[in-house]
Every structure is written in C-alpha cells, then in structure tokens.
C-alpha cells in the first residue's frame, strides 16, 4: 500500500479512470503487482493482461486495439518492440509513460523506443524485499538518462563502503546502496540469520554497487555478487553490456566472469544478434578493443540464439557461468 501511494504521487499527473495499463509482467512478482495492477486499481484505470509477452504479434495487436497509456515492463520488452519488423503495421502513439525495471536500461534501447512511440520511457529501481521502487527518474521532471532516477518519496538512501556499511561514501564514488521507507520489508519469513544480514540499524543493505551525484540522481553500478575481478581490478558486467548494445549487429548482450587461472577472473560476453545479420567474434573483439579498456575487454564472446531470463525479463547471468563450468567438468 506504501509503494502504491508513493507510485502514485510520482505519477501524480495521472487521470483517474482514464488511464490504460499495458500489464506484460507476471502479476504474481512485486513489480507487476505495484506498477500495474494496484496502481490501476487505485486509479480506476484499465488494465489489458498479456499472457504470453514472447508473443510479440498478439502484444502489438492489443496496442494497437486497446491504446495502453501506461507500460511498465523490462528492457527486454523494450528491445523487443524496438527491433520488431511490422512495427509500422501498428499504432503505438498511445503509450506516454513507461518505466522500465529488472535490469538495467541500456541507453540506445531508451532512446530508439522514444523515438519509434513517442512515449517517455525512464529507468527505475527496486527490489522485491521493498515492495518493489525506490527509485525512478521523474516521468515530469528531469529525465537524467543513464541514472535510476530520484528516491521516491519518504525514501531514505545512503551509499556505503562495501567492506564494512558503515562509512558514507564522497558524492560521485561506488558503494553499496542501503534504504529506508515504508515499503521496506519487515524481514524474511523463518530466515532470521538472512533477515539481520539485509536489515541492520533500521536500513536495508541491497546487495547493489550505485553512485550518487551531487544533485541526488542515483546510478546502479552493478549487483555486488557479479561484479568481476580481473587482475585486482573490478569490472561491472553493465559497462561492458553498455558498450556490446551500441553495436549494430547486437540485439541483446551480457557479461559475466569466468575462472582464469592468472587473473583470477576474465571477461565473458553473451551476444544475441539481430535477425538476418551476421558478425564474427573477432568483428565484435576489435570493436570493443576500440570502446573499452583493456581489463574490461571480453576475452570470450560466444553467439546464442537466446540469453536465459527470469519472468520479468531479467536475464540470468549465473545460468550462463554455470552452464559454462559444466562444459568444463567443473
């Protein structure tokens, strides 16, 4: 009920019993539940339900019959639509407010669906143990790309060293992000050793590396558990998937690390491409040797038909590590 209210005041333009909800996510997860469903409920909106969001046909027919204002979903959606081919069959002028969760939003996916719906589409954040948002970019306000946005109401939010959580970090250096609301979990159910491992002094510790600049605009680094270690030097996945999604041959792309016997950690890439293009690994190899430094560099790209996702869309990096590590008869 708190994130409801919060979502709403950041939605306060909204129009009650006017607006339209494309709901593509699974109802049963806390982004889908806050975002779209309470959030229509409570503003006596409609809401079309998408079964199926894979089936990209059926989900451009019901926008263009049913006209959704509102479409809260995942990158992943967003790349979909992007890079559908009878796109122009379709009216998706509608649409006028979209906030993307799960994962991170990679820059060129933002910009193109502006560009193809006419819709402000800005990145958010949340988890599920805070019923999900903490953060997102104003849909009226600045819309500071590349960032997750503002703390919504009534939310507090430090970024703390990663060893201890305990020292504030300087305005624009990396550490953990850590927060408190009214949406915050009162604790795990039965788990009381995770439970005082997430939530110590009354803050909960999320698990995710995030900077914040001095005008209080948030940025996600990266999860703290896929961080990448490659000689000393730390590699967040999203910087290199960043730079792997400007590629014009790449449809969707992810990093992780796997075992390296003298750097501990190298780079790994995951690439997808779009439909009726090829590419070589060395093409894809020297681009980023163009666009990253060296330790960043992915030492391994491997082509795949689909990356694994969750049913948000939230793709799974350590499926992929450990289908890797089984190859190897590890």
């Not at 624009?172 to 939530?199: C, F, H």
Request: charged share 25%; hydrophobic share 35%; with cysteine.
């Amino acid at each position: 009920v708190a994130n409801m209210l919060q979502a709403r005041e950041w939605f306060k333009k909204s129009e009650e019993g006017k607006e339209v909800f494309l709901t593509a996510l699974p109802l049963y997860h806390s982004y889908a539940m806050t975002t779209c469903m309470n959030q229509c409920v409570y503003l006596a909106g409609t809401m079309i339900l998408i079964p199926n969001p894979r089936e990209l046909q059926h989900v451009m027919k019901e926008i263009d019959q049913h006209k959704p204002t509102v479409f809260p979903g995942a990158p992943t959606m967003y790349v979909a639509i992007n890079n559908y081919k009878e796109l122009d069959k379709y009216n998706v002028r509608s649409i006028k407010a979209c906030v993307s969760g799960a994962a991170g939003l990679p820059l060129q996916v933002q910009q193109k669906f502006q560009e193809l719906t006419g819709a402000k589409l800005v990145e958010g954040y949340g988890l599920s143990e805070a019923s999900p948002v903490t953060h997102a970019n104003p849909i009226y306000g600045e819309n500071r790309i590349g960032t997750i946005g503002l703390p919504f109401s009534d939310t507090l939010c430090r970024i703390v060293d990663v060893e201890t959580g305990k020292q504030d970090m300087p305005i624009g250096q990396s550490g953990e992000l850590i927060i408190q609301g009214p949406q915050v979990m009162k604790g795990y159910w039965n788990r009381p050793d995770e439970t005082a491992n997430s939530l110590r002094d009354g803050w909960l510790f999320t698990g995710d590396i995030a900077e914040m600049d001095a005008d209080g605009y948030f940025k996600i680094v990266d999860r703290k558990k896929d961080m990448i270690i490659v000689g000393g030097f730390n590699v967040y996945p999203r910087d290199v998937e960043e730079v792997l999604f400007k590629h014009p041959k790449v449809l969707e792309a992810t990093a992780a690390g796997i075992p390296d016997p003298k750097s501990g950690q190298r780079v790994k890439a995951y690439v997808v491409l779009k439909p009726g293009v090829t590419a070589t690994v060395e093409e894809l190899m020297e681009y980023c040797k163009e666009n990253l430094t060296n330790y960043k560099r992915p030492t391994v790209i491997e082509f795949r038909d689909s990356l694994p996702k969750t049913m948000i869309g939230k793709v799974l990096r350590r499926y992929l590590v450990e289908e890797d590590m089984q190859k190897a008869g590890k």
